[in-house]
Antibody
Framework: QVTLKESGPGILQPSQTLSLTCTFS??????????VGWIRQPSGKGLEWLAN???????YYNPSLKNRLTISKDTSNNQAFLKITNVDTADTATYYC?????????????WGQGTLVTVSS | DVVMTQTPVSLSVSLGGQVSISCRSS???????????LSWYLQKPGQSPQLLIY???NRFSGISDRFSGSGSGTDFTLKISRVEPDDLGVYYC?????????FGAGTKLELK
């Protein structure tokens, strides 16, 4: 059974760095073809893809935030991470991690429950 | 970036009825490997999105055959037959053919 769970600080101030953790089970990020992605959703709005990391440590970022994003993984502990630097109120959203599986292209097969992050002074 | 355009924005349906949601991409979603990575997701109220359909027409594990996906190139459709109360929510199409991954703005399915 595949499960993912996001964790984060809940609230942080503008200009700080947001650190998110995705803890998963039921698959390994060292298995060929596996990946984890991060997607966010401001309240009442649509989905915005942020970044992906693959089993071979290949990484992709949304160009609109590229300079602020860093994705990484800890295969031994079944975790993936996302850091967003210099946050502001526009980064307030629910952040999801999701498992991907694909060769060439991909889709988000399993999603976590999401973690709400509020940026406020 | 590939722009995903969903129509309609919202849809009212009677229980037991049938609906279709359209998703059009600004570029072909056919990958170099010949596959088309167009997927459909449903976000029920208060929940995270869930995968319904991947690669245009493949139902994900446990998804009812009342959901069907079709289309090719840049034009795709999700059909839901015999609508049930648990089908209500916001439907998103998404493409995983090229980076950056992009989603449609969503179609809200409501009861008439």
């Amino acid at each position: 059974q595949v499960t993912l769970k996001e964790s984060g600080p809940g609230i942080l101030q503008p200009s700080q760095t947001l650190s998110l953790t995705c803890t998963f089970s039921g698959f390994s990020l060292s298995t060929y073809g596996m990946g984890v992605g991060w997607i966010r959703q401001p309240s009442g709005k649509g989905l915005e893809w942020l970044a992906n990391i693959w089993w071979d440590d290949d990484k992709y970022y949304n160009p609109s935030l590229k300079n602020r994003l860093t994705i990484s993984k800890d295969t031994s502990n079944n975790q993936a991470f996302l850091k967003i630097t210099n946050v502001d109120t526009a980064d307030t959203a629910t952040y999801y991690c999701a498992r991907m599986k694909g060769y060439g292209g991909y889709w988000f097969a399993y999603w976590g429950q999401g973690t709400l992050v509020t940026v406020s002074s | 970036d590939v722009v995903m355009t969903q129509t309609p924005v919202s849809l009212s349906v009677s229980l037991g009825g049938q609906v279709s949601i359209s998703c059009r991409s600004s570029q072909s979603l056919v990958h170099n490997n010949g596959n088309t990575y167009l997927s459909w997701y449903l976000q029920k109220p208060g929940q995270s999105p869930q995968l319904l359909i991947y690669k245009v027409s493949n139902r994900f594990s446990g998804i009812s055959d009342r959901f069907s996906g079709s289309g090719s190139g840049t034009d795709f459709t999700l059909k839901i037959s015999r609508v049930e109360p648990d089908d209500l929510g916001v439907y998103y199409c998404g493409q995983g053919t090229q980076y950056p991954n992009t989603f449609g703005a969503g179609t809200k399915l409501e009861l008439k």
